[in-house]
Each structure stands twice: as structure tokens, then as C-alpha cells.
């Protein structure tokens, strides 16, 4: 297993305002990925974070309102820029081993837009 | 595109009954498979994995795994009052990134 630390745990922001969300991991893991949550959906993928290069992105998100950093194997943030209130959601950080292990999720990040 | 899907429920079922959670899917090539536990305002714990056919048991938890059908199953024993919760299946393959089911509800009453 992994001990992810998702932080922050809750945020209220102001419309048109930036948010950044950090996750880190307490070793060194091959795959990490950022998910959203909206109230009582499944989770929607945003976006794998790659080691040393640029986030893969899924269809219908893009790196100008989700920038996402990785610097190193334990390490990762999920911006979520110029904030509307459709962005309110649950956001949570997952990472795996590859090879189709487990995955393992952060405490979740709730953000409300205001 | 990979689908995965699971009855939204709510599954309701009396405390000691046998819940039975089903997750069917669309990609042959799938590997691996896992149902995650979500309490509400919680992220989601994996409670199990499965990899080949058959059945896999811990505790009161078996998991059943069908590749044939595309059917992956949670059985959940002895249901108590604490298993309520929404139960996501999640399912991956040749691309190591899971595809994960919107989640069936269980509610267990006393």
C-alpha cells in the first residue's frame, strides 16, 4: 500500500481565483492521477501526472485550467485555475505501481467556488 | 471506450443477508480487477482485487470473477449496519490506468 497526504482537505474560493492542491506520497510510485468527483457521481479521470514531462490529458480537460506539476516519484499538484462555482467538486489524488496493481487515493480535496 | 457498469441501487438488503454487488465490462482485454468501498465524504478504499477466474475470499468479502461473461462480482456476507456505503468497481488492462464504475448504494438496515 501507499500513505498519500492530500492537502489542502477543504477550500472556499472566489470565483476567477486559482487553487493548488499538493499530494505526496510517502514512496516512490510509477503512476499518479488526479480524479474529480462531483456530488454524487463516480469519479472522472482529469489527468495522468508524468514524471518529468507533461500530464497526459483526458478529453474535455486541458492544461491551461488544470496545470499539473511532477517533479519527482512521490510528488504532485493539481492547479485548478480561474475558478467558477461548476468547478466546486471533490478532487482526489490516486496513485498505483503499474502493471495494473491497486490503486490508492488521497483524502480528497472538497472545494467549493463561490 | 472502455466502459464499466454497475447498477446505481440503491441495494438495500437487512443486517446478516448476503449483499451481492454486480460489475459487468466491456474490454476483453481487462487484467486486473478491484471494488473500492466510498463512505460518503470519503475517498474510496480498496477492499479488494481479483486476477483470474473464480472466486477470492477475505473475510466476510468474496469477490467473483467471470472473464468469459466480462462480469466481475462482490459478495459481502453477514451484511452489517457499518457496510453501507457506495461501492465503486474499477477494472484496467493493457493502458495500467483503471476505469472505474459510477458506484451501486448499499444501504443495510437494522
Not at chain 1, 481565483?17 to 454524487?40: H, K, N
Not at chain 2, 454487488?21 to 487484467?31: A, E, F, H, I, V
Not at chain 2, 477475505?58 to 462480482?73: E, I, M
Amino acid at each position: 500500500s501507499a500513505v498519500i497526504s492530500q492537502k489542502p482537505s477543504r477550500d472556499i474560493c472566489q470565483r476567477g481565483t486559482s487553487l493548488t492542491i499538493q499530494c505526496q506520497v510517502d514512496s516512490q510510485v510509477t503512476m499518479m492521477f488526479w480524479y474529480r468527483q462531483q456530488p454524487g457521481q463516480s469519479l472522472t479521470l482529469i489527468a495522468t501526472a508524468n514524471q518529468g514531462s507533461e500530464a497526459t490529458y483526458e478529453s474535455g480537460f486541458v492544461i491551461d485550467k488544470f496545470p499539473i506539476s511532477r517533479p519527482n516519484l512521490t510528488f504532485s499538484t493539481l492547479t485548478v485555475s480561474n475558478m467558477s462555482p461548476e468547478d466546486s467538486s471533490i478532487y482526489l489524488c490516486s496513485v498505483d505501481k503499474g502493471m495494473n496493481t491497486e490503486a490508492f487515493f488521497g483524502q480528497g480535496t472538497r472545494l467549493t467556488v463561490v | 471506450q472502455k466502459e464499466v457498469e454497475q447498477n446505481s441501487g440503491p441495494l438495500s438488503v437487512p443486517e446478516g443477508a448476503i449483499a451481492s454487488l454486480n460489475c459487468t465490462y466491456s474490454d476483453r482485454g481487462s487484467q486486473s480487477f478491484f471494488w473500492y468501498r466510498q463512505y460518503s465524504g470519503k475517498s474510496p478504499e480498496l477492499i479488494m482485487s481479483i486476477y483470474s477466474n473464480g472466486d477470492k475470499e477475505d473475510g466476510r468479502f468474496t469477490a467473483q470473477l467471470n472473464k468469459a461473461s466480462q462480469y466481475v462480482s462482490l459478495l459481502i456476507r453477514d451484511s452489517q449496519p457499518s457496510d453501507s456505503a457506495t461501492y465503486l468497481c474499477a477494472v484496467s488492462g493493457g493502458s495500467y490506468i483503471p476505469t472505474f464504475g459510477r458506484g451501486t448504494s448499499l444501504i443495510v438496515h437494522p
